[in-house]
């Protein structure tokens, strides 16, 4: 249903001639050679690729962690590939959530805690609690990291990352280290934050089957990116065949 | 040549990566060796050079001094069980006049037989040769005098013996086992230029002071195996109808006395200090061990599944603990040894010895070694063993997910801490492993302790000047006369050019006993309510003296078990053997010596015979002081002088040389440990927490808002230390100033407010410098490194 698309909203990454080469001595890496991308506002994005073919090296760059060697990353029109540590940090700190494969969650720090983290420097976050039931865990607020699930880690990951209401929420392998029905539940969590908030997501994946719930999927291959698609009809997370 | 094995490559290999903390803690054990070394090289050197010296001169045993005694009943001391040597002596306070000095200097001078050595108190001839038989005007003279003046052998002075000047010829430079450390009459510490020791013939000396066939003074060695108490009771005896003021040992013998309590102070540094760096060197040798086996496990996993054996890995974690060991004790070593070197040439300038060599035996150096050795591979122990029990299969695992608790329990609840959760973070850290807190806590506080500990003498001889020279003995000057006068004297006195006020003193050696206590003490008389001098009772307020009775130092009334109100026997050593009981009426403060007071007015009743006064405390017009110096130098009837003023400003001067010192020293001590602890605790939260704060960098905190995390911790750690610090450190003030304590002087424990924040802000400032060079790292965390790996 290509009527989903919501790009009346206008382009919000608009990624050019992306190239990073990394150097470790003699050798020399192209992780990403000559990327030419566009994510609409709001859309859901599936980045897909064999191993080693750039997609952690993209997502990076346009979070805000690390510079291109060269080529451009427009955010809303602003540049990325020049801007300085603190412009970056502060790139990251209002407009991007992330979630990671390994979770990333303070041990220290309850469900809770965790949330509240970011949505303290925020500056128009929901409380944490609400973030926390957008996920379906708000049953388990107080606990700590080390009494939670894998699945329900990510999930605080997921309501930590959604909770400052982002405008990007960047996912790389979110389900990598779940078994199926958790990563479900993980994929709806996440759906039902695109659909809430509008935050436009990016998703890394090794599951293709994941590829259909996305309104547009890239398919990478050796640092190019190999194909882009459009899908017609998404379907459900909890359709996914695994 | 033999190539490394793999460990020993990754023993290296960490040594060098580690270099940093490793060095850190490397200079905490430098700090514990040299101190070590210092202390025990310096007692060594002390009581070794101590122990050849009095051998060699045949430094007395016992010693007492009476009016006049016949030469004749040096039989029957000779003939007291267990003395083997015996030396009669006249004996008697001088004044000394030098070409130059406008101040007059005191001194002794003592007989020494005609023919031959003295039996006891030997001298030992630096330079040139002992006086002629026969030629009346030759003396010898201590060191410490001669090198103050530049007095060599052919050079002469004049001195006021019994009240007639006379021009000596110095034939030889002597050190002396009485006098190696000099102290003059007033004087709080040895002020070389003003106070000399003269030995001449007894011949010349019977001549001088009309002693022909007696002697004031002498000398006893005792055989091993006598009953020293004994002695001095049967030697009271015998001199008792001559005079006799109380015989004493080595431990009331001035010069011998202050080598104690150099000694006392070495042994308790040797005792308090190396053990405290070699305890947080312990600590932080288990902390960095801790975590590196931490983050090795799964090599040790593996080490295990291929076959190495638990003692090669045992082996492997003791030798980097050895390492660093190695570079402690070598730093210690060689920074102690040159230290010691610098102790030994100050020694040199307060203690008269013929050498004074700083021990630098082996076994000091391999006791230091195994010391620091042991004391590293018991921190070590409990995380080597750690290692140990490791079964290779769960090693191999990702250890369990560290476990944190509400700070307040209630974790179902809805309660909310009221900080930051960056704060909560750093604050539950703290609490999750309370034994390291605890632990880094009194390793930041053992700095502010030990700085207290060596700063807070400052404050307390602050106070002792304060008391002793301006509100106790106000005197510029003390005279003395050489034989007790009637109390007209003082209006001589008060004519004298440049005094503007004098006020006369009695002083009576007497024995004071309370059933089996006694003590041997001079009762100073005064008029009831003095000026210039004053007796201060406990809370430093001055004290009119009563009509009657008797007033005791507070350590005077403690040795004799008595409190005020209680009767205490007082027998005057004036030859008649009166006992009179006498009213204790108050103790007094006093910082030098046992100090009784009485009223003169009691004490001339007590004494029977009358007003008598044995010299007068003078205020003098500073324009006027050179005409008065002269006179005095001219005045037959005075026979010593104090010179208040002079001791005053040579004693701050001596401090201030002290404080220069050991404020470099203890400064340095302590910034180290506070560097090895904050440094490495630190380095190690960062290690532990590097993926925690990386991560937070991803969610756009800035660096200042993660580093502020880790500050935190470090910071409440660093704060909670000050009043720990405090505590422990005025802790230790109270023990060093107990062990100072001695009858010849005390230190009052004063710590003023700013002692505390000053050893605080160098702490502080430690802590801070430390704290930022770690800080440095965080600013360059990789950030894409931490989201790809698991912890
Ligand atoms: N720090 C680095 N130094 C050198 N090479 C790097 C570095 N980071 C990534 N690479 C290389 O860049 C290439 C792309 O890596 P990237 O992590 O983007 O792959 P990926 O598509 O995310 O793979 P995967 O699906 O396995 O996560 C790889 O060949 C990788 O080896
Ligand atoms: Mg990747």
């Known amino acids: 249903m290509l009527a989903d698309l919501p ?32 994510l609409e506002a709001g859309e859901m994005a599936v ?44 790139y990251r700190r209002d407009h991007v959530g992330f979630v990671f494969q390994f979770y990333n969650l303070i041990p220290s720090l309850t469900a809770w805690e965790n949330v509240a983290l970011i949505t303290e420097v925020a500056s128009d976050p929901m409380t944490p609690s609400e973030a926390l039931s957008l996920v379906g865990l708000e049953a ?103 | 040549m033999k190539a490394l094995s793999m460990l020993d490559r990754k023993l290296v290999r960490d040594l060098a990566r580690l270099w940093a903390q490793s060095l850190a803690i490397a200079l905490v054990m430098a700090c514990g060796v040299m101190t070590l070394i210092l202390a025990l090289g310096a007692t060594r050197a002390l009581e070794d050079t101590r122990a050849a010296f009095y051998d060699r001169t045949r430094f007395g045993d016992v010693f007492a001094s009476a009016t006049r005694a016949p030469e004749s009943i040096k039989t029957a001391i000779a003939a007291i069980d267990g003395v083997s040597a015996v030396q009669t002596r006249i004996v008697n306070a001088v004044i000394i006049d030098i070409k130059g000095m406008a101040e007059p200097a005191t001194g002794m001078v003592i007989s020494i037989p005609d023919h031959g050595e003295p039996a006891v108190n030997r001298l030992y001839l630096r330079s040139g040769r002992f006086p002629e038989p026969g030629r009346d005007n030759e003396a010898t003279i201590i060191e410490a005098f001669a090198d103050a003046h530049g007095f060599r052998p052919g050079d002469t002075f004049d001195v006021l013996i019994n009240g007639r000047k006379r021009h000596l010829v110095i034939t030889g430079i002597t050190l002396s086992p009485e006098y190696v450390y000099a102290i003059g009459p007033g004087d709080m510490v040895p002020d070389q230029k003003r106070f000399g020791v003269i030995h001449m013939h007894r011949s010349v000396l019977e001549g001088a002071y009309d002693m022909k066939g007696a002697f004031n003074d002498v000398s006893l060695t005792l055989s091993r195996s006598a009953d020293k108490d004994e002695v001095i009771a049967q030697l009271d005896t ?37 053990p405290i760096f070699l305890f947080i060197a312990a600590f932080l040798v288990n902390m960095i061990l801790s975590r590196l086996i931490a983050l090795e496990r799964e090599q040790i996993g593996l080490l295990k599944a291929v076959g190495y054996s638990n003692a090669a890995i045992a082996w492997h974690y003791a030798k980097l603990t050895l390492a660093i060991s190695v570079v402690g004790v070598a730093i210690g070593g060689i920074a102690g040894t040159r230290l010691g070197h610098g102790m030994a040439s100050l020694y040199g300038e307060f203690y008269s010895f013929p050498f004074l060599v700083f021990s630098q035996e082996p076994d000091l150096y391999v006791i230091s070694t195994l010391v620091t050795f042991a004391a590293a591979l018991i921190g070590a122990a409990n995380a080597i063993m750690g290692a140990v029990r490791l079964p290779p299969a769960v090693a191999m695992r990702p250890p369990a997910p560290t476990r944190y608790r509400s700070l307040f329990g209630g974790s179902a609840g809805g309660f909310r801490l009221p900080f930051s959760q960056l704060t909560v973070m750093a604050l539950r850290h703290l609490v999750r492993w309370p034994l390291r807190t605890a632990l880094t806590t009194l390793g930041t506080a053992l700095p ?31 005279l003395t006369f050489a034989l007790d006068r009637s109390e007209d004297a003082v209006r001589d006195v008060a004519r004298l ?96 010596g ?7 007015e009691a004490l001339d009743r007590l004494s029977g015979q009358g007003s008598r006064i044995s010299g007068a405390r003078v205020i003098v017009d500073d324009n006027r002081i050179l005409d008065l110096y002269d006179e005095v130098k001219q005045t037959p009837a005075i026979a010593s002088v104090a010179l208040q003023r002079i001791s005053l400003k040579r004693f701050r001067a001596v401090i201030e040389e002290n404080i220069g010192i050991s404020i470099t020293i203890y400064v340095s001590l302590a910034v180290i440990i506070t560097f090895g602890v904050i440094y490495n605790s630190a380095r190690i939260q960062l290690s532990e927490r590097a993926r925690e704060l990386a991560s937070l960098r991803v969610f756009g905190f800035t660096n200042r808002e993660v580093s502020s995390v ?59 410098v430390s704290a930022l060079i770690v800080r440095r790292r965080i600013d360059r965390l990789d950030l894409i490194r931490v989201l790809k790996t698991r912890d």
């Not at chain 1, 929420?169 to 958790?182: M, W």
């Not at chain 2, 003021?245 to 308090?272: I, K, N, P």
């Open chain 1, 7 to 38: 790009s009346t909203k206008g382009t919000i990454f608009d990624i050019s001639g992306l190239t990073k080469i990394y150097r470790t001595g003699e050798v020399e890496v192209r992780a990403l050679n000559g990327v030419d991308l566009t």
């Open chain 1, 47 to 90: 980045l897909l690729g064999p191993s080693g073919s750039g997609k952690s090296t993209l997502l990076n760059i346009v979070g805000g962690l690390d510079r291109p060697t060269s080529g451009s990353v427009k955010f809303k029109g602003e540049e990325l590939a020049g801007a300085s540590d603190r412009d970056l940090t502060a």
């Open chain 1, 140 to 242: 388990r607020m107080n606990h700590f990291p080390a009494q939670l699930s894998g699945g329900e880690q990510q999930r605080v990951a997921i309501a930590r990352a959604i909770a400052k209401r982002p405008e990007v929420l960047l996912c790389d392998e979110p389900t990598g280290a779940l078994d199926s029905a958790t990563g479900i539940i993980v994929l709806e969590a996440l759906a039902r934050v695109n659909e809430e908030t509008g935050a436009t997501t990016a998703i890394i994946t090794h599951n293709a089957g994941i590829r259909k719930i996305a309104h547009r999927v890239y398919s990478f291959l050796d640092g190019q990116i190999a194909s882009c698609e459009l899908n017609e009809e998404r379907i459900k997370p909890s359709e996914v065949s695994w």
């Open chain 2, 238 to 274: 015998i001199l008792k109808p001559h005079g006799g003021t109380g015989a004493y040992d080595r431990t009331d013998h001035m010069s011998d006395a202050f080598l104690d309590s150099e000694l006392t102070q070495l042994r308790a540094m040797a005792q308090v200090i190396p």
């Open chain 2, 448 to 478: 502010v302790a030990l700085l207290i500990t060596s700063l807070f003498a400052f404050d307390s001889v602050d106070h002792m000047i304060d008391t002793m020279w301006f509100r106790a003995d106000r005197q510029d000057a003390t």
């Open chain 2, 497 to 592: 050019p440049g005094v503007l006020a004098a006020e006369p003193f009695r002083a009576e050696a007497a024995t004071l006993r309370n059933g089996h206590r006694s003590r041997n003490v001079q009762i100073i008389g005064s008029n009831p309510r003095t000026d210039i001098s004053r007796v201060l009772d406990e809370e430093f307020a001055p004290i009119t003296l009563p009509p009657a009775g008797i007033l005791l130092s507070e350590r005077l009334a403690t040795h004799l078990g008595l409190a005020t109100g209680d009767q205490v026997e007082v027998e005057l050593n004036d030859g008649q053997g009166r006992k009179v009981m006498v009213p204790l009426v108050g103790v007094t403060n006093s910082y030098v």
């Open chain 2, 594 to 600: 046992l100090t009784a007071n009485m009223s003169r």
């Open chain 2, 710 to 768: 880790l500050l935190t911790e470090l910071g409440v750690m660093v704060i909670l230390a000050q009043p720990l610090g405090w505590l422990i450190g005025r802790s230790f003030s109270v023990l060093v100033a107990k062990g100072f304590e001695s009858d010849l002087f005390r230190i009052p424990l004063i710590i003023n407010p700013p002692t505390y924040a000053i050893s605080s802000l160098i702490v502080l400032g430690g802590a801070l």
